[in-house]
């Protein structure tokens, strides 16, 4: 089956520091998403990428779709507290028939620690 | 705009006992997920639905555990008999697909925390 390897488990950082994280996949997927777990609740979602080669943005977060489809990677700059969390890749692909209704092949997380 | 609602939050519960967890996904979504987070082995995804119709189960660890999608509002998902090793975060999540649309991204809801003693 698919399997998503993401990088690194944990980071204790600095605040002010940037991050960079990153997911790779033995298939090829056609969407990329990265979510944001804080403790007590469900993941949230905090970019999605649709085409290969895409660059997103999303306030001081920014993602790419690789050019293989089969990774991306997730930077944080200038790392404040409240970016404490787990941080999940998630990829989908097209399913038998041409469609997967949905389902996400999901990474095993990075732990993010911010010190002040 | 309300989100995936699941109920209740926390569950504690003997084993042996039947153990009931409830979702309602965001109005207008018509996939819905359910899936089980550990320390272990992370988030699985247990089985999903498009349409009210369960699409696949593969996920789902054994005949224990059932779900149900009587209607686009509702889903639940049943353990019975329950097992100290079924403690985990159970979440549900929904989605929007349309063929030749594709799909949404999933939207997640805050979890129901089981403990089987």
């Known amino acids: 089956g698919q399997q998503l390897n993401q990088s690194p488990q944990s980071m204790f950082i600095q605040e002010g520091e940037d991050v960079s994280m990153n997911c790779t996949s033995s298939?090829?997927?056609?969407?990329w998403l990265w979510y944001k777990q804080d403790p007590g609740e469900g993941p949230v979602l905090l970019i999605a990428?649709?085409?290969?080669?895409e660059l997103t943005s999303n306030g001081r977060l920014t993602a790419q779709f690789g050019i293989t489809r089969k990774d991306s990677f997730l930077n944080i700059s200038a790392s404040i507290p409240s970016d404490v969390g787990i941080y999940f890749c998630?990829?989908?692909?097209?399913?038998?028939?041409?469609?997967?209704?949905?389902?996400?092949?999901f990474g095993q997380g990075t732990i993010l620690t911010v010190h002040p | 705009d309300a989100g995936v609602i699941q109920s209740p939050r926390h569950e504690v519960t003997e084993m042996g006992q039947e153990v009931t967890l409830r979702c309602k996904p965001i109005?207008?979504?018509?996939?819905l997920f359910w899936y089980r987070q550990t320390m272990m082995r992370g988030l699985e995804l247990l089985i999903y639905?498009?349409?009210?119709?369960?699409?696949?189960d593969s996920g789902m660890p054994e005949d224990r555990f059932s779900a149900k999608m009587p209607n686009a509002s509702f889903s639940t998902l049943k353990i019975q008999p329950s097992e100290p090793r079924d403690s985990a975060v159970y979440f549900c999540?929904?989605?929007?697909?349309?063929?030749?649309?594709?799909?949404?991204?999933?939207?997640f809801g805050d979890g129901t925390r089981l403990s089987i003693l």
């Open positions: 999540a929904s989605s929007s697909y349309r063929q030749g649309r594709g799909n949404q991204p999933q939207h």
């Open positions: 298939s090829i997927f056609n969407t």
């Open positions: 990428l649709y085409k290969a080669g």
């Open positions: 998630a990829g989908r692909s097209l399913g038998a028939g041409g469609t997967s209704y949905g389902k996400l092949t």
């Open positions: 109005s207008g979504h018509n996939s």
């Open positions: 639905f498009n349409n009210n119709v369960p699409i696949d």
